[in-house]
């Protein structure tokens, strides 16, 4: 069965660093997520792609968080630099490109970033 | 706009007894709605999802969940707890973006279940 993928599944930075994420969805996805997670709470959206395009980075801390997909396929999220606040799961999830009532998210196993 | 209350941030069961984690919703559209679901260190996994048809949903493992327009909820149930059920649950409401063209998620807090031997 196809996965999102993503890596690392760890990561541990000081602050002030740089941290980049990388997602590969499940292929043929057009619809590309990045969701931030905070210990004890829901995931929410920080930036959705459709293709190569941004569709919305509302919720994206723009002074310190970028994303990027390039060619359409795999991504890559970055913060720089890095805050203590910054510490969460970050979940990136990919969709078919249908109509809303058909928009099933499928998830990868996330990033954990703790920053010290 | 859009949002998702559960009603309850943990619940706790005995293996075999019947489970229910309670979700209400508000939505300005006839919303599209799931559960999902999030094993210690996994990604979400969906469990059900409603989208306008039938308003009794089933779901895997044994999971389902019920839309009720005149309460604004759509509660999870499962007859009979497995040690295996025990997880973080989501409820989740599609906001469409203007035009109704695909939206995005808004997840509740979640709902971690605990299954007592």
């Known amino acids: 069965e196809a996965e999102v993928a993503q890596s690392p599944r760890y990561k541990i930075t000081e602050k002030s660093q740089a941290v980049a994420f990388w997602c590969d969805p499940i292929?043929?996805?057009?619809?590309l997520y990045w969701y931030r997670q905070i210990l004890g709470q829901g995931p929410e959206l920080l930036v959705q792609?459709?293709?190569?395009?941004?569709?919305?980075d509302s919720q994206l801390p723009k002074d310190r968080f970028s994303a990027e997909r390039l060619k359409g396929v795999d991504s890559t999220l970055k913060i720089q630099p890095a805050e203590l606040g910054d510490s969460a799961m970050y979940l990136c999830?990919?969709?078919?490109?249908?109509?809303?009532?058909?928009?099933?998210?499928?998830f990868g196993a996330g990033t954990r970033l703790s920053v010290l | 706009a859009q949002s998702v209350t559960q009603l309850d941030s943990h619940v706790s069961v005995s293996e075999g007894t019947p489970v229910l984690l309670r979700c209400n919703y508000s939505?300005?559209?006839?919303?599209?709605l799931f559960w999902y679901v999030q094993h210690p260190n996994k990604g979400l996994q969906l469990l059900l999802k409603?989208?306008?048809?039938?308003?009794l949903v089933k779901g895997i493992n044994g999971f389902e969940a019920e839309f009720k327009k005149s309460e604004t909820s759509f509660h999870l149930t499962k007859p009979s707890a497995h040690m295996s059920d025990a997880a973080e649950y989501f409820c989740v409401v599609n906001v469409m973006n203007y035009g109704g063209s695909q939206g995005n998620l808004i997840f509740g807090k979640g709902t971690k279940l605990s299954v007592k031997p």
């Open positions: 939505s300005s559209y006839s919303p599209s």
């Open positions: 292929s043929g996805h057009a619809t």
């Open positions: 792609f459709q293709d190569e395009s941004v569709v919305d």
């Open positions: 999830a990919s969709s078919l490109d249908f109509p809303v009532a058909k928009n099933i998210q499928y």
């Open positions: 409603y989208t306008s048809a039938a308003t």
